[in-house]
Every structure is written in C-alpha cells, then in structure tokens.
C-alpha cells in the first residue's frame, strides 16, 4: 500500500520521464556486442560451404550454418586499401581521395571513422591485425579503436580471445583483420611468404583451371596492358596452365590456413558464451583472380576479384543456415549496418545502406538495393574503372582502351565469357546502366579520367567546374 501511495504522488510528467530513462537504458543494454573478421584477397567462392571441392573451410562453414550468407556481396573496390578505406569511413574511395595504396585518411574524416562513431556511441572498440589505412598497424586510441594486436596473422587469434574473454561493462565491437590468404602475391613472385611456406604439392594432387581459364574474345585490352606494365604485381604472363594449377592449389592451402585461425575465435565466442547477444560479420576486403581469365592478384573488375564472402551471423543465431541474394557492396554497407547496429547516427555525406533488416527479416525476396557500384584503380597505375551491378546484369567500363565497355547477363554467365555489348540486342540494358554509372558519377562528384571528357560513352559533362578544381 505504501509503495502505491508513493506512486499516486509522483505527477504523470515525471512517470513519463521515467519511463523514457528505463526505455533508453534498457534500448541500450539490447545493443548487440559486434565482432567483424575479415581476410585480405579472398574471393566469395573460396569456402567450402560455397560449394567448392578444392578446400575444407569448417570454421566459415561453422559461421554460415549458423548465420546468413549473401551470395551478391562486392567490394566496394579491388585494393586493400581504397576497400579498408570504404569500410571504415563508409565513403566511396575516389569521391575522398582514398583510391590508392598508401593514400592518407582526410583530415575532414578523422574524427568521422567507424570506430570514433561507434565508441561515442557507448561501445568498447578494439582493433586486431592489419589496418592499411595507410600504416599497417591501426594507431593505438586512434580512430577509436584500442590496438589489441599488431599486424600479423601469428597470434592474432590468440589475443582476440582473451579480448573476448575478458568481463565488458560496454558492448564491444571488435575486428580481427588477417592478412591470408594475401601471400599469393608471394608466391606468385617465387617469395618466402610472411607466415610460412606451402608444401611444394605432385601436379596431380592440385584443381584443375578454372571453366572461365579463357579470356573472352571481347575482354578489355587494357588488362593485359596492365599486366605488361607492372611485372611486381602480375608476373604471370609466362604462366602455363600447371602453373597455375599449383597457384589455385597454394591459394586454396592458404585459405585453409587462415580458416584455422578464425577457427580459434569462434571458439572464444563458444566458451564465452556470446552469440545470444553478438553480431558476427565475415567477408574480405576484395578477391583474387584465382587463374580466372590467366588473371592473378587484384585490380581488374573480373568477378572472382570483386565477388567476396559476407557471412553475418545474429545474435541467438537468427535466420542460421540462409543464403541471401540480395546485392550488397560490403564496404560502405558495412559502414552503415554496424552504424545501425551500433546506434550510431551516419555521418553527413556517407553512401552505404545498411543491411540489418535484410538479414534481420531474411527474406530473399526483401527488396534491399537495385543497383551497386564498384570502382578501381590499378595498383600502381592510372588506370580506373567501373562497376555497375544489377539484379540480372553486370556493366563493366575502364577509362581507355579497347573493349573497355563490358556487359554479361549474371545468370547464365557468371563466369563473363560472353560480351553482350557486342550483340545489338542487348543496346537498351546497356544503355539503361550507362545512365546509372552516369548519375553515380554525378551524385559523387566522381572526377572525369580526361580534362573536359566524360568516362561513360555517349555522355557529355555538364560544366567544366568539376574538371577545373580536380586537375589543379
């Protein structure tokens, strides 16, 4: 009777207040903790439980049978650090001058990165392994992260363990960043790799070459130019199919390799008990040509190069064992769905969409995105191109050569061994997707290759400003 009393004497006005504290506090203790994995140079397929014979991955297959695996995630660009880049600041590389390796972090977005987003937002935030943006080591109390491990897969596991181990008054949002299976590129330049070597493997114990091992008889000519020109990248021309039967085959071991390491921080999270409040995201920052059109390492806008792995598993294991068709570009995506997660407020100008409800609902029909755009420029090259991706089509525009407009039908050609801007039938698809990557440019002020010229054929710019201010 007491305590009724009480209450009958406390004015509505303050019950309502009270009501939002207890709303708010309890909207806060639902926030889930966040742990974001991911690998350097792994292409969507490279999973067992994507279905391919040629390597065992239980560790990822553990993640997506408990969770949701999209099957249409793109980096939102083929290079480690424009990729990180779009992760981490959610803005597409060239419209903030983060298109290349090596490119520092804007002033004007400092202050405006994920982890500095998702800390003020009332998370503990904790970086591990490979940063690239532009040192390889995340500055420790930087960018809101506390660096809980240097740059190296050796012991990287290890250290995210006790991390998950420990008692956290805050949900935490952790990324564990691997470097594999990225020593390819050593091995595709007779190197010692980084984390130890693979076994020299008989011939006949190594896959075959890729179904798409040809190049189309309409591929882009700069491509090979590329490759030409930068022998330290791509040192394959020379390559005869045994070689790179043997280069899929130690691609393959490495991703095995980096498998058993993520295979220690799913345990911690099973000891720790933590997937009833945790969101788990897995993907790469970009993919590997795999042999693929005679095509190694990163760059070109080949399928296996920009299609990645996004496994994302709920808390409680919600929707476990769902594959998602759904487009998403896991850079700037990434961005906003950890933001929404997070309960972050997005940032002014930032481009992602978030992909919570998508697989929140998990309903392959859900209408999420029509469109996503990749973007890139070579390693160590002048050289850009373009993404346009649909639900059906995927257009490919580089900035010169010949051939550089690239149009195939994603259901029966995945592979992309037939050109369909070479066939008359296809002109108003083409066209259509010409008009988008136009607006995107538009809507990004993405700068023109060319003084005064317009990248997409058959378009015109609309003033010289924007060729005035990038070129000074």
Known sequence: MKVNNMVKQIPMKH?????????????????????????????ASAMSCAGNPDLHTPNLDRLAAAGIMFNNAYCTAP?????????????????????????????????????????????DCAYG???????????????????????????????????LSRKHKKPFFLVASYDNPHNICEY?????????????????????????????????????????NNY?????????????????????????????EIGKIIDAIDKNDLWKNTVV??????????????????????????????????????NAGKVLPQLISNGIDFFASVCDWAGAKMPEGAAGKS???????????????????????????KTRGWVVRSERYKYVLYDKGRHREQLFDMQND?????????????NQELQRLRDVLEKWMNAYDIRPSRPKLHDVPGKKLKSTTRYQTAYK
């Open 188 to 228: 595709a330049r007779s190197q010692n790799f980084p984390y130890g070597n693979i076994d020299t493997p008989d011939i006949r114990d190594c896959p075959g070459v890729p179904a798409n091992f040809a190049k189309n008889p309409y591929d882009a000519d700069v491509i090979e130019s590329e490759r030409a």
């Open 355 to 381: 992909f919570r409800k998508i697989v929140e609902e998990g309903n392959p029909q859900a209408l999420h995105q029509e469109y996503i755009i990749t973007e890139t420029r070579f390693d160590g090259s």
């Open 414 to 426: 995945r592979g992309e061994m037939r050109n369909l801007v070479m066939e008359n039938a296809y």
């Open 129 to 163: 392994g490979k940063w690239h943006l532009p040192l390889l080591d995340v500055p420790d109390k930087e960018y809101g992260f506390d660096n809980i491990y240097k740059h190296s897969d050796d012991g990287l596991a290890e250290a995210c363990a006790e991390y």
């Open 15 to 43: 019950l309502a207040f009270f009501s939002l504290l207890c709303s708010s506090a309890a909207s806060a203790a639902e926030r889930p903790n966040i742990i974001y994995i991911f690998t350097d140079q792994q292409t």
């Open 281 to 318: 995201i897995f993907s790469s920052d970009h993919g590997d040509g795999i042999g693929a059109h005679h095509w190694n390492q990163k760059s070109a806008l080949y399928e296996e190069v920009i299609n990645i792995p996004l496994i994302v598993t709920l808390p409680g294991k919600k």
């Open 79 to 123: 290079l480690s650090g424009p990729s990180r880049g779009a992760m981490f600041t959610g803005h597409y590389p060239d419209a903030v001058g983060l298109s290349v390796n090596g490119s520092p972090m804007p002033d004007s977005l400092r202050t405006q990165t994920l982890g500095t987003l998702i800390k003020n937002a009332g998370y």
């Open 232 to 260: 330290n990248v791509y040192p394959t021309a020379g390559f005869t199919p045994e070689d790179w039967r043997m280069y899929r085959y130690t691609y393959y071991r490495l991703v095995e390799k980096v498998d058993k």
